[in-house]
């Protein structure tokens, strides 16, 4: 069985930073796609950032130049680093992994989600 744990979210102002973290652990004999989503009230889940194992990555639109992703394949962790922060940023931030057990058996796994909050 594969976790994913987030850490890192929090209230910050208006042209704040914060950096996120997901840390997948378990029986893990890769990872391929790791990714970042968010979910504001009343919205649905959005991508933010996703990056494969050999580093292709890919920005949502409203984030480009503001954040990066980059991730720590022996670690099995992926940060989403944070700049300029805006009230419209805020959301649940979710990690997600495309995960390959020792098992053999490919899990598609989902944090719980860390708060991050833009105060203006």
């Known amino acids: 069985q594969v976790q994913l744990v987030e850490s890192g979210g929090g209230l910050v102002q208006a042209g704040g930073s914060l950096r996120l973290s997901c840390a997948a652990s378990?029986?893990?004999?890769?990872?391929?796609?790791m990714g970042w989503y968010r979910q504001a009230p009343g919205k649905q889940r959005e991508l933010v950032a996703v990056?494969?194992?050999?580093?292709?990555?890919n920005y949502a639109d409203s984030v480009k130049g503001r954040f990066t992703i980059s991730r720590d394949n022996a670690k099995n962790t992926v940060y989403l680093q944070m700049i300029s922060l805006k009230p419209e940023d805020t959301a649940v931030y979710y990690c997600?992994?495309?995960?390959?057990?020792?098992?053999?058996?490919?899990?598609?796994?989902w944090g719980r989600g860390t708060q991050v909050t833009v105060s203006s």
């Open positions: 997600n992994a495309d995960v390959i057990a020792k098992t053999g058996v490919r899990y598609i796994d």
């Open positions: 990056i494969t194992s050999i580093g292709t990555i």
């Open positions: 378990g029986s893990i004999f890769s990872t391929n796609a």
